[in-house]
């Protein structure tokens, strides 16, 4: 039987990458039954939102989304589709693999890293007040009241929370995943020593969650040394708990220590709904070229056929795509050694390499 999937190609490249993927996940072996919805500026424009009730019932009902970038305005505008998506469906975990593909040219040759992301508390809530306002005028008064420390009265203010019963979901969801997937050490990843109760709260719950997986060895480190650390010995970390900027900000690293954006899928996983979808962003510049690099998002379906269970169609499409990356010939420029647009492959055009590989 056909697994139904709400796909939603996004906006700038996404359509291009999207299309690429859905043809390649055809060719895997599994059936789907695609249910394409929209969001972001074009859903706004058709129906008056950017992230409308038809898309978001189709992931509920469906249980399962492969969604392509969509873009969001910097400073102003509407508030991200991604961040709302996370929120409205309650996908609260963020799992971002960071692992080798040979063929793709990295500073790195041997990472197999997996960064479990917390996906809606944080500073990424979305609870700011901008300069000036009467709302940030009342925040800053009703802080300066009761704290010893004073935020100055122009202040623009954004708020970080973070819930222990956030932290356990996460934490647990970092466990569960290292046990079922034969990972042997978890990290918790914090700034506990200067937001003593925000990621001190944080790393509480996370040793506590450790102490029920005695067999997964369990650290932690404070995020500015993390990152050190992962520049000079990365293959003594593993998976990586961390609140939600943080893990913004690492898993960009960590794509940048495997190769790149291009090649770097992830999943949101809440209960029973679960978003897949490539790291990087709509690319505006690349847009409507056919130049592209479908395999991040390619990637993010392979993700999302583990996530289904079918665990062999997975490893096919992730070989397929790691023999066309390493053969370096008929992909897009940016996976060239030589990045010669005149000799690469287009979108589509790598799509089709790899779903020749898949059918031989
Ligand atoms: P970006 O990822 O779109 O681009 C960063 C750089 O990588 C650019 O040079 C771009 O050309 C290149 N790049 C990215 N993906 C590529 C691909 N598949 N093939 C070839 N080159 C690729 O990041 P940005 O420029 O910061 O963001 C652009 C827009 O995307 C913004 O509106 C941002 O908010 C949005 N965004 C969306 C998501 C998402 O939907 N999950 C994630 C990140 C950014």
């Known amino acids: 039987m056909a697994y139904q999937v709400t796909l939603i190609p996004g906006d700038g490249i996404g359509p291009e990458v999207a299309e690429a993927t859905r043809r390649v996940l055809d060719a895997s072996g599994v059936a789907f039954d695609w249910d394409h919805q929209e969001a972001g500026i074009e859903a706004a424009e058709r129906h008056g939102d950017v992230l409308p009730e038809a898309t978001l019932a189709s992931v509920r009902r469906n249980g399962v989304g492969l969604k392509g970038p969509i873009t969001t305005p910097v400073g102003g505008g509407f508030r991200s589709v991604n961040v709302g998506l996370r929120h409205s469906l309650g996908l609260y975990a963020n799992l971002r693999p960071g692992k080798t593909i040979e063929g793709v040219q990295s500073v790195f040759d041997d990472i197999d890293l997996v960064i479990v992301r917390e996906n809606m508390e944080d500073l990424y809530a979305g609870v700011e007040f901008d300069t000036g306002t009467a709302e940030a ?16 009265d122009d202040a623009a203010v954004s ?104 090649v770097a899928p992830s999943g949101n996983i809440g209960e029973g709904v679960a978003v897949f979808e490539p790291i990087h962003g709509s690319a505006p510049s690349h847009a409507g070229k056919n130049e592209a690099n479908p395999a991040a998002m390619i990637l993010a379906g392979a993700m999302m056929l583990r996530h289904l269970g079918e665990q062999a169609a997975a490893g096919r499409v992730e070989l397929a795509g790691a023999e066309v990356i390493g053969a370096g010939e008929r992909v897009t420029y940016d996976l060239r050694a030589d990045r010669d647009p005149s000799k690469a492959a287009g979108t589509s055009g790598m799509a089709d390499a790899i779903i020749e590989r898949l059918s031989a």
């Open 137 to 152: 005028t009342q925040v800053i008064a009703g802080i300066n009241a009761i704290s010893a420390k004073k935020v100055p």
């Open 159 to 262: 708020i970080k929370s973070i819930t222990p019963g956030g932290s356990r979901r996460i934490c647990e969801y970092a466990f569960n995943y290292a046990r079922s997937n034969g990972r042997k050490k978890v990290t918790a990843v914090h700034k506990a020593n200067i937001m003593k109760f925000t990621d001190g709260l944080f790393l509480r719950v996370a040793q506590q969650v450790a102490a029920g997986y005695p067999e997964i060895e369990f650290n932690d480190r404070i995020v500015d040394n993390m990152c050190m650390q992962l520049m000079q010995k990365p293959a003594e970390y593993d998976v990586l708990v961390m609140p939600n900027l943080y893990g913004d900000i690492v898993s960009d690293l960590v794509a940048g220590m495997v190769g790149g954006l291009g």
